[in-house]
């Protein structure tokens, strides 16, 4: 009998939580931006939890977002992704280690060796989050006063990534013959200098760092546009996607696996993960009294505007505490007006609930209880809508702990998940091959 | 009675040793490049020995050198800085942690946060090795053709430098005041946003994360030039010097000295510390013979070629077992030449053993029982050559151990150096001040 398909999970974090009422939850720390012992039991939670990978959000300048909703949200901060994971590196022994890095403004030198070295650090655990960065405010702390367009990052973010996987086959995976006796350190037929002259960037190699142990620390990608989507199909070996539901989730599953059949690449060469925010209760009311309670530590008037922006509409004016009224037709975007409206529906939520579940966190999610939701999960996995998750915790410690806990058990039960690591690097975790050089055949 | 003036002693480290034989020298680790146990024992050891910090030495490129010599040298690759010292900073309870960056090749904005997050990821314990990279290699990484000429790369770091520090103050100290009770995260009256526009540099700001630890980690500088000499009086902490003698220790501590004094900073602001190999034995003979083993170790071709270059002349002709011969005045830098025949004279070395000296490590080292280099360290401090040493170990782990198991504790004795460490913090460890914040008064 073969094993079924198996979920992956990872833990998309920043400190406090995605989140942005979870600081002022009861038991939370409010600290845990400045305080790496947090971070610490976190990343050692997900290991005894069996997590493939902690994935560390990014982003390259205090949030664009007005100073009264600024103020009040712990986002204004965060440890630096390389810094932060190569520490966790030397506190965790298996899980897998996720930093985003940026194609825009970085250097694929830097780049390289920074993964490289986390890569032999962590004994094979680093992952690279390639992203693009469409922030305007990061523009402005590199120097450039307008952002790059859509199309131009796109297409210096491929030449990047050659840049990059070509600087991690400057040596073959055997060059390093350390032999005492003659005195050879390393074969120098078995280096390679790249030589790079693009477009966009000049690098002549080789990069001063062995191969990596996995070959490449896994590529992992969220785009979502049409470029994005290409872009992963043809280098990524792990999607971090968004979707508002099982049926957004099985399209853009077809739509992905559909573009590496086309490209000759196997469809389990790239899972797809979807982001989902997981909260869990004994009892389903439970979980859902969990949420309200973080959703109500939103700041309301940071709310209201973001509910008011949603629907193109001043929902200020509204009786917070009565429901949704029928609003005219503007100028807002369809999908974010109808999505606000269908979630007021579905949930019941009075005008104040529906302003602080926006601005908390308005993405998908699961609450229930461990058995719901490892259905709901077990459902994503067998219909194929995904190949497992990359998990946000509604509130730290307790959020986490409940679903180690609670829910990885559960998925243990089931078969679905691994009960202990099978091999020492994230591709072991993801069932990733280890990339051949492109330079060298091995020995 | 007051305490004497204390030592304070840095570790410059390469994983395998600075010492170009070191990698085949019995007990040695040849891994060590790829392998993050021996770097996390390192350390460890260090911090026994109350080392006040860890320097890891680093460049952009593989090393500039014939291949010939190249493949049979350990430092063609290592890891990169600042995922290996923030991997060490959970591995570690206090020993200071400090990382080269290079001005001319990263952005202000990225050094700024790393430092920042490993100051915060390590309890106040990052220092930065403000370097301004002249590998003309290095430059070819980075997409430059032609490499920066010199005074316009120090007026580009000193612009850096007042870039990196702004972005540390971006927030007052106590600006986080994280009120659950009323929602407010942090005072944006405590922000300031720097929005720096000079000559080589535009960046907004404010920097995403909080004020390190240290207020700004420890700034170290290495530059020996007049504009480097300059630089250092105006912004270093730290210099990491390198000297032949005493007398030659003595002339840059009075001339830099005096350069605090005309910029009106206490003489104790910065701190002195020449690179120094240190070879123990348990009597100076053995010394010497652990000196010659690791020397003997160098490939004598690669080192013949050195001393070639050294004397502009060709030494390969010369009876490698005799005397130095000889030589008739060339084109060579007269120094160079000097110090070669002076260092054959003094150590009676034949032409082997001078080549192989010099193509191991050629600079300045103490070499003697734990009596004789105590002996010699405490003249250093005592006659203003030095207010302490970078160290460098001839071969690991053995080098290293003998130091801190028989040197650390004669120091001791003598009152020149700690028992314990007595704060938690570099600056602590270096007796430096907590610099204040250029835009915000203490509250």
Redesign the interface.
């Known amino acids: 009998m073969s094993k079924p398909r198996q979920l992956h999970l990872g833990a998309f974090m920043r400190p406090v939580s995605i989140h942005t009422g979870a ?2 939850y009861p038991g939370a720390y ?2 845990a ?4 012992n947090h971070l ?1 039991k976190f990343a050692q939670t997900l290991e005894r939890g069996k997590f493939d990978a902690f994935f560390m959000a990014d ?5 664009n977002m007005p ?1 009264d909703a ?5 986002t ?5 992704p ?3 994971l ?6 965790t022994e298996r899980i897998g280690l996720v930093a985003t890095a940026s194609t825009t ?3 694929p ?2 780049v390289a ?2 993964f ?3 890569d ?4 094979g655990r680093a992952g690279w989050n390639i992203v693009t960065t469409s922030n305007p ?1 990061a523009a ?4 450039l ?1 307008d952002h790059m367009e859509h199309d131009e990052r796109y297409r210096r973010a491929r030449e990047f990534y050659d840049v990059v996987t070509g600087l991690w086959d400057s ?1 073959a995976d055997d060059a ?1 013959v ?1 032999d ?1 006796t003659s ?6 037929s078995r280096m390679h200098v790249l030589d790079h002259k693009g477009k966009y ?10 191969r990596p142990v996995q070959g490449w620390p896994v590529i992992v990608q969220a785009g979502a546009s049409e470029a994005g989507k290409q872009l992963a199909a043809e280098t990524a070996e792990v999607i971090f996607a968004a979707h508002n539901s099982l049926a957004d989730g099985q399209r853009f599953y077809a739509d992905v696996k559909g573009r590496l059949d086309k490209l000759g690449r196997a469809r389990d060469s790239l899972k797809i993960l979807p982001g989902a925010l997981v909260v869990v209760g004994d009892t389903v009311e439970e979980a859902r009294e969990k949420r309200a309670k973080v959703d109500s ?1 939103v ?1 309301y008037a940071n709310a209201i505007a973001s509910l008011s922006i949603a629907l193109g509409h001043d929902a200020s004016k509204f009786d917070p505490d009565g429901p949704l009224p029928d609003i005219p037709e503007s100028n807002a975007s369809k999908s974010g007006r109808e999505r606000a409206i269908a979630l007021a529906k579905r949930d019941n939520l009075t005008v104040r609930q529906l302003a602080q579940r926006l601005g908390g966190f308005g993405g998908f999610a699961f609450v229930g209880t461990p058995k719901t939701i490892a259905d709901e999960m077990e459902e994503w996995l067998v219909s194929e809508g995904s190949d497992g998750f990359n998990l946000m915790f509604p509130f730290l410690p307790a959020g986490l702990d409940d679903f180690v806990d609670k829910v990885v058990p559960e998925l243990q039960r089931r078969g679905l998940f691994r009960r202990e690591y099978e091999g020492p690097t994230l591709r072991d975790h993801l069932g990733l091959a280890r990339p051949s050089n492109r330079f060298f055949a091995p020995a």
């Open positions: 600081w002022r409010p600290d931006n400045f305080n790496f610490r982003h390259l300048a205090v949030l100073i600024l103020k009040r949200s712990h204004v901060t965060s440890f630096e390389f810094t932060l190569s520490a966790l590196a030397g506190a403004f970085d250097a030198y830097h060796r920074r490289a070295s986390l032999h650090i962590s004994g405010d402005l702390n590199f120097g006063d040596f390093f350390r005492v005195g050879l350190f390393f074969d120098p960037y000049s690098v002549r190699g080789p990069l001063n760092i062995a530590l700041d």
